[in-house]
């Protein structure tokens, strides 16, 4: 029995020892199949991810290589251009043979033309001229240098068998370069020289800063020989690569020459994001493994435990229990410490946390109370991805594990992008999972970055697929319309709109059309095609035209049956105009057709052909020398001429121009032939067939071009092509001592006419100032009008100043005088400058220049007069750039604001409000006043601009005072005569808030004299408007009291002029005699610049019920006076020994009193 016992102990034991090594070899397959199975993964994914950016890489390579390229070919299509253009003027020159080439190239204007045509392109450091023999004749650098390599070898000159443009490589001060020849070429076609343009390696380098992409890449150009040997001719910023290095290349040839581009890529720089996303998959690893050797540790611990309660379970079995305890404590906090990864742990079923660790608090944005108080994965997990959530941890078994990316809502509406691993830690007695183990990661940088990335790479891949065409977007979850700025504008959509709703969108499509485009979006979307492309018409909101625009659209479709799409607008109005043209062409186009017949001398034509030879409209051969007869005798003998040629060197096909009288009314009309010839077996011409084409209106109208070329539309004066050819000629005869008189003059309030009375009447007035003019010269010089108001005079064979002087008192005494245009009486005048050739100089530029500045001259020097030019002007004309290029810099940097004087109410000693001034807060110069800056920027036409930004700034800030107090806003004349004025002060009243009757506007009486019409018209739309209206800088302008009646106006200012002398002489009994004036007129009193009490007491006695001066307080910036307002309640009187800030003026309510000694004034709170 005992040994039954004792062997039964025995086969008990090795029972247990073989389920222990079962277990135990259980637990290591399991840990190997978790340990190795991500890493395999991973490596795959890093494996086709690898591959799929470097292919990514080579494709976008390739097309920058092709935009790169297509700004090499456009660089020299334009070079070509300018080569061809000039062989072209040299054929017309004569030049059809080597002498000639040599001879109009030792001309000395020859260079001056090489360098003109060289300053068209940017590209070209030098543009000469060789001979047959590849010598340098002439150049557009005075002379080439040492280093340089101008002469080309001869070969590439008179080649017979290249093309005309050639492509030499050569060199320019030690640098390389290319020589772009284009061939000339002599009567018989034989190469007589070449135009060469010399392209230098600066011109390189810059445009190889401008295509630079991305770091790493390199653009290189290089020339390919006759036997295809490349050499290179310039590298982007002369960088080179180490030879171990690997790269990404791509090569296109330039279309046309024998150039290549290559562009490569560091492959290092392409797999640069690659690079982060394995490190961020690596990571994530290293934690997993991490989390899978903490839990075997674990679980290796619980099992030793477990056996070391069953040898002492009886004696030690609460002792034990504590132990296994305090050791899972200890394990889950190695764990939960860890804030680089978030871990939780939740119950099953009820899906509640048991235990989180601070990261993941951090990841939720909640505190860990307030997660372990009942909250579950749900009610932390984005609603979008609950559903997912709860069926993958629906699927856990007691084994199981899944990762996942979701997203974490926190409570201020932030998404938190997370990867997470969950794994069942826990399974009850029936071996269900009972708790579960979340490993959270915060992956929200990455993933935004690589949302952003392939967004981008999507769009810059169809956008350069497609051409530069518009592109939109339409979201999935609110199908909103998003544009891009090229969408905007070629919708006509408003500035700043860049979305639009499915219902917005559709608003702007044709009813016909809408319906048309939602039912094939529907069955495109419906059958969820990729991609689809439709066409419609658009009505663009900003001037309502209707647009044709095709949609090629790419669509994305999510499991819910949501769709978004990304596609490209193309606007295809002007191809569907030319479409129907052409249509149209053809149906009214009179083009008829005939057959000759050579073996029997007979033609044959169609009706339309009759018709346009004047031929009785019958259907009969016509013998073919009364066919020629029709054809003008001089064009016949050159048609049959050509005929022979033709038939003698067997060409297929010509075009042939010719006139005819017609038989019928002997009308002259011009044709075109086009004709097709047929040829014998002997090569002999047996017949040709063509088509006759009217092109009569076509010839008149090139003729009524040619005109319009050369001459102004509205005048029928030469314009300034036709003034450059003729001044050039003048310029000829100066060098031969016949001297002439260049004289510039501009029309004065031209600009004025035009925005009062409109452009018509302008128009008008320009074709009677051109009369008159006309009427002053002699029939050898010229006027010319060379744009707007501006005209230009060659006054012929002048030998002295006095000549010109005296043509130039006559015309500018001729503007003088009224114009009657219509109903109108119009005074304008005009200013002329001044230059003698060839006392001035004999090159045109500097003359045209020259003479604008004495043009500018005379109108500085007040308008109606004329100048000469002298050397003096050149420094002020240089002085007033600098200083207007100032005045905008500062406008553009804002360093302009408001200083504010208040205006005191002398009876009741109380401020009433206060006057904005205009100050320029200057970088270098400090605080200036408008008197240093007013007159430049009205002339330039900046104090629009600038006045209306300072009146939405005063109107602003006024709007946060009492409302007791008014605003008090100066007006220049420029800004009252602009277009739109009234809707500026409406458009500043509505946005800043401000009753209307709280502003005053103050106009210089200078406006009630220049342009009293216009003025009084919108004084009486400001006075519409509620706002108020004073004459500002009243007594300094003649005869202003008697039209004081005519202007809606409110109130006038005394001038400070009158103020500062108002103690001395006869001003006192002037302010009494205007202040009786305003009352008998009904209107206000101000007087501004008062200084001292002796004046504030004369005003007083005189009545005036406003003033403003030092006397009652500098100028403060808006900032000081708004502080001030916030903080007034409270604020009790005001010491005498504060006076010089707001604090110092103002109290509530705001009162003038007397204080001190000195008697100065201040401001206090009464009682």
Known sequence: MGSETGGGRWNRLGTAIRLRVRTSLAL??????????????????????????????????????????TRFETAFRSLHQVEAGLANWLRSEGVTAPGDLSRRASLPDFPVILRARARELAQVSDLFVVDGDGLRLAGSRPSPSAASSDDVPPTEVVDPVGGDLVVVPGSVDGETALHVLLRLRGDRGAAIGAVVATVAAPWFDHLFAELEREAGTRVALAHVAADGRRSIIAVSGGRSRTTDEPVLTATGAIVGLPLVLIVDRAT?????????????????????????????????????????????????????????????????????????????????????????????????????????????????????????????????????????????????????????????????????????MAVVQD??????????????????????????????RREMDSQIFDFGPEAQAMLGLQPGVDRLSMSEWGAFIPTEDRAQVRREIAEAVARRDPEHAYAFRFVRPSDGAIRHIETRTRYDYAPDGRCGSTGVLIDVTETRKAEGLLRLSLEIGRIGTFHHDFTTGLVHCDATTRMLYGLPDVDRPIPADEWFDIIVEEDRAQLQGWIAIDSGEGRPEVSRNYRIRRVDDGGDRSCNVRVRYEYGPDAKLIGATGVIIDVTDQREAEARIAHLARHDALTDLPNRLMFRERLDLALAGARRDAGFALSLIDLDHFKEVNDTLGHPTGDALLQEVTTRLQGALRDTDLLARLGGDEFAVIQADVGTAGEAERLASRMIALLAEPFLVGEHRIHIGGSAGIALAPRDGLDPDHLLKIVDLALYRAKADGRGRWRFFDLGLEADMRSRIDREADLRRGIAADEFDLHYQPIVDLATRRVLGFEALLRWDHPERGLIGPDAFLALAEETGVMVRLGARMLARACAQAASWPESMKLVFNLSLVEVLANGF??????????????????????????????????????????????????????????????????????????????????????????????????????????????????????????????????????????????????????????????????????DPPVVREVGPERRIGVSVPG
């Not at 935004?448 to 956008?463: F, K, N, T, V, Y």
């Not at 106006?1049 to 001395?1064: C, F, M, N, P, S």
């Open 28 to 69: 290591l397959s399991l840990g190997a199949v978790l340990g190795l199975l991500p890493l395999a993964l991973i490596g795959a994914e890093l494996y086709v991810r690898h591959t799929r950016v470097l292919e990514d890489a080579d494709r976008d390579l390739h097309l920058v290589m092709r935009l790169d390229a």
């Open 268 to 436: 290092g720089a392409a797999l640069s994001s690659w690079r982060g996303h394995a490190i961020a998959l690596g990571l994530l690893l290293i934690v997993w493994e991490a989390t899978l050797v903490a839990g075997f540790v674990f679980i290796r611990r619980q099992r030793a435990t477990v056996r070391r309660a069953d040898v002492a379970r009886r004696r030690a079995e609460v002792r034990e229990t504590r132990g296994r305890r305090s050791a899972e404590e200890r394990a889950l906090a190695v764990i939960f410490d860890n804030d680089a990864v978030g871990f939780a742990e939740v119950s099953l079923p009820d899906l509640r946390f048991v235990r989180v660790n601070r990261r993941y608090c951090q990841i939720t944005g909640r505190d860990e109370a307030t997660m372990l108080g009942g909250l579950g994965p749900g009610d932390v997990c984005h609603p979008g991805d609950q559903a997912s959530l709860r069926a993958r941890v629906a699927g856990l078994d007691a084994g199981g594990a899944v990762e996942a990316e979701m997203r974490y809502l926190q409570p201020d509406g932030a998404v938190v992008w997370a990867h997470v691993g969950i794994k069942v830690s826990e399974v009850d007695d029936r071996g269900r999972p009972s708790r579960l």
């Open 443 to 472: 992956i929200s940088a990455l993933r935004e970055a690589m949302e952003r990335s392939q967004a981008d790479r999507e769009m810059l891949r169809l956008g350069m697929a497609i051409g530069h065409i518009a592109t939109f």
């Open 982 to 1147: 009234r809707e500026t002060v409406a458009a500043a009243l509505a946005d800043a808030g401000l009753a209307p009757q709280r502003l005053e506007l103050e106009l210089g009486e200078r406006a009630l004299t220049v342009s009293p019409e216009v003025t009084a018209v919108v004084l009486g739309e400001l006075k519409g408007l509620g706002v108020a209206v004073r004459i500002d800088d009243f007594g300094t302008e003649r005869s202003v009291l008697g039209q004081l009646s005519r202007f809606p106006v409110g109130a006038v200012k005394i001038d400070r002029h009158i103020t500062a002398h108002l103690e001395q002489g006869h001003n006192a009994a002037i302010v009494r005699v205007v202040a009786g004036l305003c009352r008998d007129l009904g209107l206000g009193l101000n007087v501004e610049g008062v200084e001292t009490e002796g004046q504030l007491a004369i005003l007083t006695e005189a009545g005036y019920r406003e003033a403003q001066g030092t006397l009652f307080g500098e100028p403060r910036p808006g900032a000081e006076l708004a502080r001030y307002f916030a903080g007034l309640d409270g604020v009790g009187p005001v010491a005498a020994s504060a006076v010089g800030s707001f604090g110092e003026i103002l109290a």
